[in-house]
């Protein structure tokens, strides 16, 4: 018996001998088991079983030895001894025992004396102020918690080790259950002072009783560590399944139940997540319990586990089923799902899951915004005006489904797909994906082509390409301001819009849409952004089954034509480089970009890669970094002293697996002079129902040639070039071109030596191409910008062997740039683009407009596993 219970008899057997009646109440019912089992000498004890009744008429036979005033009658000696014992607030009874009381005493919690207060609180308080007062206080507060019940303080009252709690505070630096707890479970460090200090037994008394877990009797710690991990990790999971809905597997292993228990374990399990010095061990922790009780082979309610985050195989298992939703057609519950479980523990720390959320997340919105389009396509009318203020504007703008999907196939290149079909169903949500993307573009297309053919080819809502030069550059020439004008290959407009999301900070920003000519290729999309193009421009056959724009008698064959008229028409200072040579200009290059009046910037990387690469997974990836180059260039240039940048491309472009699957079609035939797959220029031949035929003349050239372009996603029959990547024809894609100004803001950023960047790796080697490190920004000054942009790379020695491919928030997957906000973690998952003869990288953070280093982690051994 405990002193607790003792205290409690001595209590009891001094009021009865001095009373002989107790009435005691219990509403708490703390004492019910403990009534059961006591038996105190010369005393009955009647307990109250719901019958008032009932009770009195045991009462009755000791109330003999009272008068009517409730004193003792004149010839009893002795009082009787009675202890009645009712588990309610006396207020419940009605004062059904009014005679017993005023015979005897009453105990009940919050008597006014103590010796009479049997709150269970009160009671533990006398008792372990002289068995140890220091830690009175927080026994009385536990009790007051329902953490402790008198059983558990009975045992507490007899531990002879009282100096334990002392020890365990001296190895652990600290007495606090959950850090005592999560030190001792999630790192091997204090363990020789453990068992060098006998402490084990301590230790598993502690979390009996304050977490109510019955570890593993054994003095073997690495036994109590994984019976205590199993208790921890099972008490998080279940505590989110009801009770009827548990596996039947589970329900022999005993966990707490009390909810202070089961908020303190949840407590530390949440903080073992967070710690990044933890991370690694509760990875390692939970995949030994997963493994000894075969937990991926459970049978649970999904909706009972999408809060979860506990163990790995629940996040595969809610993958799957998210899976399954885009395959049934259920698009928005696979959306709401992945936005949810990507702010959750292992999207955030295990890069391949936030790296396969992203891509159902991405699936779902291409599968939704597809359905929409094709609803909305039935009931707008179908002028090119409206279409296209439809598909670059509005409350949901329709180029965000090409945003989408590029953005999905992108990631999808950097997929690692798994053996043995361990992602077979991944891949048909992709296959779902390119599907609905297909039809809805097929059927955007066809509107379009249509509505474009009754309109007699005019599109007066919009700028004509061949007006941009004389619209945008002339003005800020006129007016001598420093310009730079970019003539991008293939810039899509919904990857102008993404290039230019981040710029905000740096530059007033303008965007519109621009229709390129047709055929919509580089050779007459080049030529309409010169000088000069507004007032005309001629097609001529050129050697080689090439057609060539004419403008003020010139022939624009080349980019080199193209350049020396350029030059010729302004009578500025100009200086003409190629993209590539503004990321690292060489001196000569700064001196002469700094002189000129008007800078033009030639990009073919987009084009280029697209025509000529064999793999499409190789494009996908490059189109991304073009975007981020075009970033870097403009911020070159401003930092030299230009102040006004224009942005143009010469066309668009389709880019969709297979697209000429199924969609072949005879080109008109006659006198072909050019064929494409999405155009034929010619004279003569025939009309086919597939495609339209018009004269160029119609279209804003003086020649006689004739041009054919398919009414939808269909191709011509032709040889060579990608089936994937192309452009010529008339879809919203090919023609829709970005018009971009921006002018510089005169804006001090804030000194690199102000920010402080704190990267955070949880583990101590890479083993995989993938791998996630936790980044903050935090100010070391009073003010100081609320956000920031940072570029991640990965280095080994002077060479870039990986970059950022996702982060929690912020991330752009077209410049891979980085948004952070002040005092919040990103949880950034890079990939290795080299694995040959690398032993160590580190990661970099590079300030996105100064290029400057903000921090560099160390090194980072590279092991991979075979």
């Known amino acids: 018996m405990g002193k607790v219970s003792e205290f409690i008899i001595n209590l009891l057997k001094k009021q009865v001998e001095k009373k002989g009646i107790v009435v005691w109440y219990d509403p708490e019912k703390n004492y019910t088991e403990f009534i059961k089992e006591l038996e105190i000498p010369g005393t009955t004890i009647l307990h109250f079983k719901g019958s008032y009744l009932a009770l009195r008429s045991e009462i009755e036979p000791f109330l003999e030895f009272i008068d009517d005033s409730g004193k003792p009658v004149s010839n009893c000696h002795l009082p009787p001894g009675l202890i009645i014992y009712v588990p309610l607030d006396r207020?419940?009874?009605?004062?059904?025992?009014?005679?017993?009381?005023?015979?005897?005493?009453?105990?009940?919690?919050?008597?006014?004396?103590?010796?009479?207060?049997?709150?269970?609180?009160?009671?533990?308080?006398?008792?372990?102020?002289?068995?140890?007062?220091?830690?009175?206080?927080?026994?009385?507060?536990?009790?007051?918690?329902?953490?402790?019940?008198?059983?558990?303080?009975?045992?507490?009252?007899?531990?002879?080790?009282?100096?334990?709690?002392?020890?365990?505070?001296?190895?652990?630096?600290?007495?606090?259950?959950?850090?005592?707890?999560?030190?001792?479970?999630?790192?091997?460090?204090?363990?020789?002072?453990?068992?060098?200090?006998?402490?084990?037994?301590?230790?598993?008394?502690?979390?009996?009783?304050?977490?109510?877990?019955?570890?593993?009797?054994?003095?073997?710690?690495?036994?109590?560590?994984?019976?205590?991990?199993?208790?921890?990790?099972?008490?998080?999971?279940?505590?989110?399944?009801?009770?009827?809905?548990?596996?039947?597997?589970?329900?022999?292993?005993?966990?707490p139940t009390k909810i202070p228990h089961i908020d303190k374990i949840r407590k530390i399990c949440a903080i073992w997540r967070q710690r990044m010095d933890y991370i690694e061990s509760y990875k390692t922790a939970v995949a030994k319990v997963e493994d000894e009780l075969e937990l991926y082979f459970l049978k649970i309610p999904i909706e009972e586990m999408v809060e979860n985050e506990t163990f790995h195989f629940v996040e595969n298992t809610i993958l799957h089923y998210a899976e399954e939703l885009v395959l049934d057609e259920k698009p928005g519950e696979a959306l709401k799902l992945a936005e949810k479980r990507l702010t959750m523990f292992w999207a955030q720390h295990e890069p391949i899951f936030q790296l396969h959320w992203k891509l159902i997340e991405n699936s779902a919105k291409v599968s939704i915004l597809s359905r929409q389009i094709t609803s909305e396509l039935k009931n707008i009318t179908l002028s090119p005006g409206k279409l296209i203020a439809n598909y670059t504007g509005g409350p949901t703008p329709w180029y965000r489904l090409d945003t989408h999907y590029r953005h999905l196939q992108g990631q999808y290149a950097r997929f690692d797909l798994g053996f043995e079909g361990e992602h077979e169903t991944l891949v048909k949500v992709i296959v779902n994906a390119r599907y609905h993307y297909t039809d809805a573009v097929n059927a955007l297309t066809e509107a379009f082509t249509n509505a474009f053919y009754e309109s007699e080819f005019e599109i007066k809502e919009y700028v004509s390409q061949r007006q941009i030069f004389r619209n945008y550059v002339k003005p800020q020439l006129d007016e001598n301001n420093k310009i730079a004008y970019f003539l991008v290959d293939a810039l899509r407009f919904e990857m102008g819009k993404e290039l230019i999301d981040g710029l905000a900070d740096d530059f007033n920003i303008g965007i519109a849409p621009g229709i390129s000519m047709i055929p919509s290729i580089t050779a007459t999309g080049m030529a309409a952004l010169m000088p000069g193009a507004e007032d005309g421009m001629g097609l001529v056959e050129i050697k080689g089954g090439k057609i060539a724009p004419v403008i003020d008698n010139v022939t624009l064959r080349d980019r080199q034509a193209r350049v020396k008229y350029f030059q010729e028409k302004i009578a500025k200072i100009s200086d003409i480089c190629k993209l590539?040579?503004?990321?690292?200009?060489?001196?000569?290059?700064?001196?002469?970009?700094?002189?000129?009046?008007?800078?033009?910037?030639?990009?073919?990387?987009?084009?280029?890669?697209?025509?000529?690469?064999?793999?499409?997974?190789?494009?996908?990836?490059?189109?991304?970094?073009?975007?981020?180059?075009?970033?870097?260039?403009?911020?070159?240039?401003?930092?030299?002293?230009?102040?006004?940048?224009?942005?143009?491309?010469?066309?668009?472009?389709?880019?969709?697996?297979?697209?000429?699957?199924?969609?072949?079609?005879?080109?008109?035939?006659?006198?072909?002079?050019?064929?494409?797959?999405?155009?034929?220029?010619?004279?003569?031949?025939?009309?086919?129902?597939?495609?339209?035929?018009?004269?160029?003349?119609?279209?804003?050239?003086?020649?006689?040639?004739?041009?054919?372009?398919?009414?939808?996603?269909?191709?011509?029959?032709?040889?060579?070039?990608?089936?994937?990547?192309?452009?010529?024809?008339?879809?919203?894609?090919?023609?829709?071109?970005?018009?971009?100004q921006l002018e510089k803001k005169d804006v001090k950023p804030a000194p690199a030596e102000s920010i402080e960047i704190k990267l955070s790796i949880s583990s101590k080697k890479i083993t995989s191409r993938h791998f996630s490190v936790t980044v903050i920004y935090k100010l070391k000054s009073l003010f100081g910008p609320g956000e920031i942009r940072i570029k991640a790379q990965v280095k080994s020695g002077n060479r870039e062997v990986g970059n950022a491919v996702m982060s929690a928030y912020g991330f752009e997957g077209g410049t891979k740039e980085i948004l952070l906000k002040k005092d919040k973690e990103n949880h950034i998952t890079f990939m290795l683009t080299e694995e040959e003869d690398i032993q160590h990288v580190f990661v970099q953070i590079l300030d996105t407009k100064s290029q400057i280093e903000l921090k560099r982690s160390d090194k980072i051994p590279v092991e991979f596993l075979i």
């Open 580 to 740: 590539n040579e503004l990321i690292k200009p060489s001196p000569k290059r700064k001196q002469s970009l700094k002189e000129a009046d008007i800078v033009l910037v030639t990009s073919r990387e987009i084009d280029r890669r697209g025509e000529e690469s064999d793999g499409e997974e190789e494009v996908r990836i490059y189109m991304d970094e073009v975007l981020d180059k075009l970033r870097k260039g403009i911020r070159r240039l401003a930092a030299m002293g230009i102040t006004h940048i224009i942005i143009a491309a010469d066309h668009g472009h389709l880019f969709q697996e297979n697209i000429e699957s199924g969609m072949h079609m005879d080109p008109p035939g006659g006198e072909t002079t050019v064929l494409h797959r999405r155009f034929w220029i010619g004279k003569g031949g025939k009309t086919g129902d597939g495609y339209i035929r018009s004269s160029l003349n119609r279209l804003g050239y003086n020649t006689d040639l004739e041009i054919a372009f398919p009414g939808a996603l269909s191709c011509f029959t032709s040889k060579g070039g990608s089936t994937s990547y192309m452009h010529g024809g008339v879809s919203l894609q090919e023609i829709v071109i970005p018009v971009i």
């Open 91 to 255: 207020s419940e009874t009605g004062y059904a025992l009014i005679e017993a009381e005023s015979a005897g005493v009453i105990l009940e919690p919050g008597a006014s004396a103590w010796q009479l207060n049997t709150r269970l609180r009160v009671i533990a308080e006398q008792v372990f102020k002289k068995i140890t007062p220091k830690r009175t206080s927080e026994i009385c507060r536990k009790v007051d918690e329902g953490i402790l019940d008198l059983n558990e303080l009975d045992r507490l009252s007899t531990e002879t080790n009282g100096p334990a709690t002392e020890v365990i505070k001296i190895i652990f630096g600290t007495a606090d259950t959950v850090d005592v707890t999560l030190k001792f479970a999630a790192t091997p460090d204090y363990d020789n002072a453990v068992i060098s200090k006998k402490t084990l037994p301590a230790l598993q008394e502690l979390f009996r009783i304050e977490l109510g877990i019955e570890p593993e009797q054994s003095n073997d710690i690495d036994m109590v560590k994984q019976s205590l991990c199993r208790t921890l990790f099972l008490t998080e999971f279940l505590h989110t399944i009801p009770e009827e809905k548990r596996p039947e597997k589970l329900l022999s292993i005993p966990v």
